[in-house]
């Protein structure tokens, strides 16, 4: 038994997460996303959790970069409108890190093609579509 470890990360997502560094991305993920195809090895999936829930779960033991540029990243819609997940991934990283947090749109090609280089992708049962995010780890 742990103590003070969020109950929504499970054994695999801890053990998974303990192998980040700094500048590894983590991706989130809505149910419509081609994670298998993408993601590779690297999906896990996050059973009964949204992207907001698994968010918060995730920076309970996770920090968000603060060196680079554009630490979060939301699937912006095809239109170009920012993702309908944009204010509550921000409202969530700034809760979770206790800072500002800068959350930027990213274009649903270009999203694919990030998610391809993360090193863990969390398949959530998100129903909103564009309800994907990518988290860059920072350092404690």
């Known amino acids: 038994m742990l103590k003070g470890i969020d109950p929504r990360v ?9 192998r980040l560094g700094h500048g590894d991305l983590v991706a989130i993920v809505d149910r419509n996303f081609p994670a298998y195809r993408i993601g590779g090895a690297a999906v896990l999936p996050v059973a009964g959790l949204d992207v907001v829930g698994a968010l918060e779960a995730l920076l309970t033991l996770v920090p968000i970069d603060a060196f680079g540029t554009d630490p979060v990243q939301v699937m912006a819609q095809d239109d170009g409108r ?9 409202a969530t990283c700034v809760r979770g890190e206790g800072r500002p947090v800068h959350v930027s749109d990213l274009h649903r090609v270009d999203f694919y093609r990030a998610t391809s280089e993360a090193q863990l992708v969390l398949r959530t049962l998100e129903p909103r579509p564009y309800g994907c995010l990518l988290l860059r780890v920072g350092v404690v």
């Open 10 to 18: 499970d054994p695999e997502l801890l053990s998974r997460l303990a």
């Open 82 to 90: 920012p993702s309908v997940i944009r204010d509550d991934v921000e």
